[in-house]
């Protein structure tokens, strides 16, 4: 049973530039110390805000901090390795996921700054970061799956794993690669996900 709820956001000006009920909300910024006590919450939710902070490490870090041992982590991210993501950069040199003024060069002024996605993260290194700070991530699930390239490239998991296996990896911290290459070119989530909803725990004290 969820007893309290603690709302935040970016900054401040966000919640009353977009008519947010202020007084229902309690207002810090989520590149910083979140003010609750340390492991004094079961669950915190991140939707579609982890790309848009500057101290992604220190959110991360700041949110093992106040989960419980075993308490819960849910966050939404665009999914920057999906095919239409890859067809994009291939062609283009950019994330499909970047927003018009990043892409543009243009630089707004605060908070409009913290409304771009200026923080898109590989899966990958996100789970890097999720081991540092005591995270282990559960499971991986999508809010919609992309129809587009999905029968042309019906096959293309198969022949991206197979090259990975042929492939000699020299340095020991390589020879997990095609695993890893596998899952990202294999599991629907990855490849047709519009953005990546990730489940993670903390770890439980020993």
């Known amino acids: 049973r969820v007893k309290d709820i603690c709302r935040t956001t970016i900054t401040s000006d966000i919640v009353t530039s977009k008519n947010h009920q202020a007084r229902s909300a309690v207002c810090f910024d989520a590149n910083g110390f979140l003010p609750l006590k340390t492991g004094s919450v079961d669950v915190v939710v991140c939707i579609d805000g982890f ?76 789970e890097l970061f999720f081991k540092r700070v005591g995270l282990s991530v559960v499971e991986y699930a999508t809010n919609k799956m992309s129809k587009r390239f999905r029968h042309i490239f019906q096959r293309l998991p198969m022949w991206l794993h197979l090259l990975s296996r042929r492939r000699k990896y020299e340095k020991q911290w390589d020879r997990s690669f095609p695993a890893t290459l596998a899952r990202l070119n294999s599991d629907p989530v990855f490849l047709y996900g519009n953005s990546l909803i990730v489940i993670a725990r903390k770890f439980t004290a020993q």
């Not at 075993?70 to 994330?95: C, K, M, Q």
């Open 51 to 126: 790309e848009h902070l500057d101290a992604q490490m220190q959110f991360l870090s700041e949110t093992s901090r106040v989960l419980s041992a075993g308490g819960w982590l849910v966050l939404s991210t665009p999914n920057i390795v999906s095919l239409d993501e890859r067809r994009r950069f291939y062609l283009e040199g950019v994330a499909d996921s970047l927003t018009p003024e990043i892409r543009e060069g243009i630089l707004p002024p605060d908070p409009d700054f913290y409304e771009m996605h200026i923080s898109l993260i590989h899966p990958l290194v996100m």
